[in-house]
Structure formats: structure tokens, C-alpha cells
């Protein structure tokens, strides 16, 4: 006999799938990729949600019904990774929220971070960190949560212990860090040599490429699995490319749309294991996961997007 919450769930793929046909991303024929977490060998689709940015505007502003949707697609089309954190403001309250209403949380593939220390919190922070992480599991009720990382690199010699603490107690799956300032290259890099991680979260972009220098090979050299959070530079790349098609070359590795260029630039690093663009509009979010099936670009056409884009206007 089905639960109520199993009932909920079919009830809501069902709905999800008719009013968002694409669902030929889950066929044998196309498939979405996926890629090895390197710590486990299990495997994740290579684009997934970002919960900053205009998904988190919408879960500030109170429009439900279109996150809603936006997590119905994601999973309706073989997407699982749903990527938040405290920072986020209320994201991953409503984000759990729904996932609970819809009874999907345990089908996602959930990651959040804990805060940057701050020098406001004084030496009492540690406390302020455990209750961030017991915030976390009470929006998301989900055991354990599958990734939990220090988001901006935080304060890694006193929150790693922390999160490692909860991964040995079979609390969290994956543990992890993050940055999106390159200035602090020389620190992601040391803790990447120096702790035992599963995860980093980084930027990586077509006209922002310097992770490909030194941190995704050292990625993969030492087993850590990545995430992207901005393929498309925030709005950056947006703007570069406004008023201009696609080139006709693009269809040699069936990339349609700007959203897909940019992200199957990414997703032909073999490093990068999983893209989370942030959107609030199910169309979108469709479009973004039609860049992780079919060919992607090889080495001279990764050049030949590099130099394409290097060629347009700077962001306005």
C-alpha cells in the first residue's frame, strides 16, 4: 500500500511531467549525463538548481507556486541536486517547505553550507555554527543531509572538525567547502592539499577559466568531486551575448540556446561533476538541463568558444 507521502510524490511527478513535456532528458535514448562522486562512486546529474539569486528573490517575495513548479521540473527530468545554504536567506526554508509539502525531500540531493565566521559572533561562534547546521536539518527533514560545506572557506580549521564530526556520526554524507572570490585562490588550494574533502563548490565560466588552471586538475588529482555555481557569471555573460544568436557551429555539439553553450562549456571539464544554476522559471531550468545530454565540445571547440566570447563587448 502506498504512503500518503509516496502518493504525494507520484501525484506530483505526474503533474510535473504533463505540464513540462520535456521529459525526454530521462530517455535511454538521451540521457542526462551523470558523474562520479570520486570519495563514493555514486552518481549525479551533471545539472542540477541553485537556490541564490532569483529563486531566492521569488522565496523572499512569497511566490510558492512558481518554486514549486521549478522543483517539480527538476526532478520530473532527472535532476536531483538542489544546492542552498543559511546565506541564502529564506531559500532553504521554503525550499524545504516544498519539498516536504511535495513529498520529495528524500528523492533530492541536497547541499547547503554553514556561514563564514564573522568577527561579530566573538568566540562564541561555534555555537552559532551548530545551530545553523540543527537550522538545516529541521527546513530540509531529511538524515542524513547529503552535502554540508563551509561556504567562502569560513573558518575551516574550527568548522571542518564540525561537519567531519557530523559525517562520522551519519548525519551528513559529503562534507566540503567553498569560494567565489579568486582572490583567496592560495587558501581553497592548501585546504584542498590539506584536508580530506569531499566536495568544493567554485566559479567557473567560459570568460572565467582560471579554475582550469590549477584547481580542477588538483580536483582531480586528489578525488574531489566539484560544483559550479556560475556558468553564466551571475548575469554577466548575459548581458555579453544580449541581441545575438547562437553561432551555427554550436549545433555541432547540440547546444540551442546561449544557456546551453555556456553550460556544456563547463559540464567538458571532466573535473566539473555537477552544474547548480539558480532560476526561478521552470522553462528555464529546462533549458539549462538540456546542456547536460547529447556531445559536448572538445578541446579545439572549447577554444573556439573562448574565443568567441572573448570577442564580444564587456558586460555593461
Do not use: C
Amino acid at each position: 500500500m502506498l504512503t500518503r507521502r509516496e502518493w504525494l510524490r507520484n501525484i506530483t511527478l505526474a503533474a510535473a511531467s504533463i505540464t513540462y513535456p520535456l521529459k525526454f532528458l530521462n530517455t535511454q535514448e538521451i540521457p542526462l549525463i551523470t558523474r562520479a562522486i570520486p570519495s563514493s562512486g555514486e552518481r549525479l546529474p551533471v545539472i542540477g538548481l541553485g537556490g541564490a539569486a532569483t529563486f531566492g528573490r521569488l522565496a523572499r517575495n512569497g511566490d510558492l507556486e512558481t518554486l514549486r513548479e521549478v522543483m517539480r521540473t527538476l526532478l520530473a527530468n532527472g535532476g536531483t541536486v538542489f544546492d542552498t545554504a543559511e546565506a541564502y536567506g529564506p531559500s532553504e526554508i521554503i525550499a524545504g517547505q516544498l519539498a516536504q509539502e511535495l513529498g520529495i525531500e528524500e528523492q533530492l540531493f541536497w547541499s547547503t553550507k554553514v556561514n563564514s565566521a564573522k568577527p561579530e559572533w566573538g568566540p562564541s561562534y561555534p555555537d552559532v555554527t551548530r545551530q545553523q547546521i540543527q537550522d538545516s536539518f529541521d527546513r530540509i527533514n531529511k538524515m542524513p543531509i547529503d552535502l554540508m560545506q563551509i561556504h567562502n572557506l569560513g573558518d575551516i580549521k574550527t568548522q571542518l572538525p564540525m561537519i567531519q564530526e557530523l559525517k562520522d556520526q551519519g548525519r551528513v554524507r559529503y562534507i566540503g567547502i567553498t569560494y567565489d572570490t579568486p582572490d583567496r585562490n592560495d587558501e581553497l588550494i592548501q585546504a584542498m592539499r590539506e584536508e580530506t574533502l569531499d566536495f568544493i563548490g567554485i566559479d567557473y565560466a567560459v570568460d572565467n577559466t582560471a579554475a582550469a588552471e590549477t584547481i580542477l586538475p588538483l580536483a582531480q588529482d586528489r578525488g574531489i568531486a566539484t560544483i559550479i555555481y556560475q556558468p553564466f557569471g551571475r548575469t554577466r555573460l548575459w548581458s555579453r551575448v544580449a541581441g545575438r544568436d547562437v553561432p551555427e557551429w554550436a549545433q555541432e555539439f547540440n547546444a540551442k540556446s546561449w544557456a546551453q553553450f555556456f553550460i556544456k562549456y563547463v559540464i567538458a571539464h571532466p573535473a566539473v561533476t555537477v552544474v547548480t544554476p539558480a532560476t526561478s522559471k521552470p522553462d528555464n531550468l529546462i533549458d539549462n538541463m538540456a546542456g547536460g545530454i547529447g556531445e559536448l565540445p572538445d578541446s579545439s571547440t572549447l577554444k573556439r568558444m573562448e574565443d568567441f566570447v572573448a570577442a564580444l563587448p564587456p558586460a555593461g
